[in-house]
């Protein structure tokens, strides 16, 4: 396995990790636990960009080109806007 792989799989395995903490999060009641896996979650979040930095740096990962400013402002109206239930 080549080192582009292993980053690769590794950043999709920290994505993913990242995800399931903020699921966990939301859904416990228990503080000490709550604490616990925002604290795991902040140090999967630190390896995440370190992994993305190398990627990036390495060419592995090119990321999409940055919204416009039109373009944010056009998805923040979309989210703000009251919605009709």
């Known amino acids: ?3 582009k792989t292993m980053v690769t ?5 920290v994505n993913g990790e990242l ?3 903020g699921d ?8 000490e636990l709550k604490q616990c896996l925002k604290q795991i979650r902040n140090q999967a979040e630190m390896s995440q960009e370190s992994l993305y930095e190398l990627a990036r740096r390495k060419s592995y990962y090119i990321p999409a080109v940055k919204a416009t400013p039109q373009e944010v402002e056009h998805v923040k109206s979309i989210l703000t806007e009251p919605r009709m239930m």
């Not at 799989?9 to 395995?13: K, R």
């Not at 966990?24 to 503080?31: S, V």
């Open 9 to 13: 799989d590794a950043l999709v395995g």
């Open 19 to 21: 995800k399931q903490f």
């Open 24 to 31: 966990m999060i939301a859904q416990t009641e228990n503080k």
């Open 1 to 3: 396995m080549d080192e």
